[in-house]
């Protein structure tokens, strides 16, 4: 119990800093300016060379790496519902990290998806 | 079109794209990780459990559809709020029920419809919230 609630622990906060890094690279490296092949082969050239890129993979292949654990551990549907705490973590992270202009609409939202989320997945 | 309906419409497409690739990998990584077994936390166990993984091809079709979920989740990062992203994508959950319902002729439980309620109405608060704020966003636009 103890080993999964803590692997668990790991595999939010790893995926929630890893996206957050790789957000943040991917507005370093800018938009493409249209969504066509070209323009977007482009931009993921650019968004590779970015460091913020490479220091979120690591992290997000650490919490893929977990998930891979934990499914073969638990069942889906108790794996699921926990990690939908992602949605709380990583919206704190956006807020406080990224600076985000989170508003109430935009947390009622997160919170509803998350609780949906996990009611889903117990199911 | 205005500036703010295409930014809104561009972000609809791209994350429609994650939804369809997440739900796909998603799917394929339990089949194959179901197909190799539990795996054990001691140094033989994991490098067995890497081992199993790398050859089996139904991992392989699991990360391709991952790496589209990743690209296609880098692109619409570099000019959306992840804070608008991720519970958008979350529909993927209501698109699974549907298509179970639908196609798949199963039976869903009340519960499940409650969950699939309260996602929907997360994703369309998060909706009427701009996509992109962040102070970096904005500069480079």
Known sequence: MIRTAATLAIFVLSGSAGELAVTHGMKKAGAPDRLRIKPVLSFLGRA??????????????????????????????????????????????????????????????????????????AG | MSHERKLRLKTLVMVFAMMVCATTGDSLLKRGMTEIGPVTLDHAGLFQAFRLAMTSPTIWLAIFFLIGFMLSNMTVLSWADYSYVMPASAFGYVAVTFVGMTVLGETVSPRRWIGVALICAGVFLVGQTKPSTSAVAEAVQ
């Not at chain 1, 893929?64 to 549907?77: A, K, N």
């Not at chain 1, 600076?99 to 109430?104: I, P, R, S, T």
């Open chain 1, 48 to 121: 590779f060379c970015t460091g913020w890129f490479w220091v979120g993979v690591p992290l997000m292949a650490l919490s893929f790496y977990l998930l891979m654990v934990l499914l073969s551990w638990e069942p889906i549907s108790l794996v699921i519902p926990a990690s939908a705490l992602s949605y709380v973590v990583g919206t704190l992270g956006a807020k406080y990290i990224l600076k985000e202009d989170v508003n109430g609409v935009r947390w009622a939202g997160v919170l509803l998806v998350c609780i949906g989320v996990a009611i889903v997945a």
